[in-house]
């Protein structure tokens, strides 16, 4: 997704994500999405199935599924 946005092949963004950052395009990606997510659950007020739009997630379950494996909480739990 985020190699054709920059119209990059996948081995090259991985690559030059990997030089720069020193984690994998994978693990810098979520990291970037969950401190996105976190900004938006404590700095707005839009709705959760907002964020996850606003995120390109499929749906709000499935964003609320890869919010709480990666941080341990779902966004609501977060959010309070």
Known sequence: FYAGK??????????????????????????????????LLKGTDMTIAQISDDLNFANPSFFGTYFKKMTGQTPNQYRK
């Not at 081995?11 to 969950?34: C, E, P, R, W």
């Open 6 to 39: 920059l119209y990059l092949t996948p081995k090259y963004f991985s690559k030059v994500v990997k030089h720069v950052s020193g984690q994998s395009a994978s693990d810098h990606i979520n990291h970037m999405v969950i401190m996105a997510a976190k900004s």
